[in-house]
């Protein structure tokens, strides 16, 4: 790769996220379609990482290339103040999806915002200071957001006040010494019942949660867990944020993943909503706040104090329009499902089986998690270094995987066909025979 411009070019300018610069060494991708990426050689890979958990409707999708391009040559760019069709067609359809509890769409750039603008909102509603945040979670990374994720980038960013954060439930690495996912769940709601009550219910304005915890490895709640939050955010007057960032538009099988009968048995509904990747699968940066009704009314007379220059900016508008259109005539949520239910969650418990370094297996629609393991018995993560080379494998055999601490997260786009997935288990299935081997 050294003689390449792009990764010169990089290397010499570019200044990257999370990361030490100086041992850097960027995998240069030149171009993309469908589930495929390929790089300057024209190597082919299968992006079984959708980059960063937001190409769900797949890479290059037509529709949605040429809705930019026919925005692009009508209206690039427009303040957020005025009205704009493809901002309102874009609000509409992401109201439709959420269902007839909510009102209003705030436009942000991203995630990281759409957390900052809902916990702005939770905050004015209820005159309250306080934000509930998981430490398995990660919500974005400005201001509030970073201190509202739970995973180690909140520690060198603590800047914000009014973040306190809890355990959820994960029975497979229980901080609750529980033996079952109901055990779990009991043992994780009765946590945040004094947790809320020590720090005083009057000074809570929301609990934030996301839908099923991605980053932190894929973490669906128990049965019985969402419903025990809600339950406690309205006995305690608190206001409760799903971030659907990673999780929804279609990643879990269902349009947001508190609507998925597995992560949300009783069917209870959040007071705010964030998303962002999958709603245009970031084919122009975007994201939002999906608005209950009743939230929206108190901005009716009162001023919301927020807003962005590319608020509902026209090209992204004209994105989400074409994405949500193409999912619904393609039927890409349903292929969803059905990936995760027959091919996808199927092959890789078969995986399990097979190799003892896979310590658990967890997931729904087309978002799975490793949990990598050095002893089945023990549970103790395999060390960074064997992920580094499975890794290293899994390209080798032209697949880009998606790895965070011990685990491979699987989580191809949406998209995805049987025989790609069948593929894909079998370069998976390759690549740990080697690793378990050295
Ligand atoms: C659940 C969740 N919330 C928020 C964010 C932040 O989104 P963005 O990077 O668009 O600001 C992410 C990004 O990975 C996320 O996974």
Not at 151 to 161: C, K, L, S, Y
Not at 246 to 266: C, E, I, K, L, Y
Request: charge should be negative; aromatic fraction near 8%.
């Amino acid at each position: 790769m050294s003689d390449s411009l792009a990764y010169e070019l990089d290397r010499a300018h570019v200044f990257h996220s999370w990361s030490a610069q100086g041992s850097l060494n960027p995998f240069v991708i030149a171009g993309a379609e469908g589930v495929e990426v390929w790089d300057e050689e024209g190597t082919r890979y299968l992006d079984f990482s959708s980059q960063l958990v937001n190409i769900n409707i797949g890479h290059g999708h037509p529709k949605v290339v040429k809705a930019i391009r026919d925005q692009a040559a009508l209206l690039p760019t427009v303040a957020p103040a005025h009205a704009n069709l493809a901002r309102g067609e874009a609000a509409k359809r992401i109201l439709a999806k959420a269902g007839g509890h909510f009102g209003k769409v705030f436009f942000t750039n991203g995630g990281a915002d759409a957390n900052e603008n809902a916990m702005r909102m939770a905050r004015i509603t209820t005159g309250r200071d306080k934000i509930l945040t998981q430490y398995r979670s990660y919500h974005g990374n400005t201001g509030a957001a970073v201190v509202a994720t739970g995973d180690w980038r909140r520690v060198p960013n603590e800047f914000a006040r009014g973040h306190v954060h809890f355990f959820g439930p994960f029975a497979y690495r229980s901080e609750f010494w529980s033996d079952s996912p109901g055990q779990e769940s009991e043992r994780a709601l009765h946590h945040l019942e004094r947790i809320i009550q020590v720090e005083g219910p009057a000074s809570i304005a929301a609990i934030l949660i996301e839908g099923v915890p991605g980053t932190a490895g894929v973490l669906v709640p128990p049965p019985g867990y969402l419903g025990g939050v809600r339950e406690l955010a309205d006995k305690y007057g608190i206001l409760l944020i799903i971030d659907e960032v990673m999780s929804g538009f279609g990643r879990t099988g269902d349009w947001f993943a508190h609507q998925n009968t597995t992560v949300n048995p009783d069917a209870v509904v959040p007071d705010l909503i964030t998303f962002a990747k999958g709603v245009n699968s970031g084919y122009v940066p975007t994201g939002g706040v999906i608005i209950s009704e009743s939230i929206a009314n108190v901005f009716e007379d009162q001023v919301f104090p927020g807003g962005l220059t590319y608020s509902g900016h026209p090209l992204a508008m004209a994105s989400i329009v074409a994405s949500i259109d193409a999912m619904e005539e393609e039927k890409i949520v349903q292929n969803a499902a059905r990936i995760g239910e027959k091919v996808l969650g199927p092959g890789l418990h078969e995986l399990a089986a097979k190799h003892p370094m896979i310590g658990e297996v967890r997931g729904l629609g087309v978002f799975w998690a490793l949990d990598l393991v050095q002893d089945a018995a023990t549970r103790e993560p395999v060390a960074a270094a064997t992920v580094g080379i499975l890794k290293g494998e899994l390209m080798k055999r032209g697949l880009l995987p998606f790895v965070a601490d011990n685990r491979i997260h699987v989580v191809p786009p949406c998209t995805v066909s049987d025989a790609v997935v069948k593929k894909a288990l079998a370069i998976y299935d390759e690549a740990f025979t080697v690793v378990e081997a050295v």
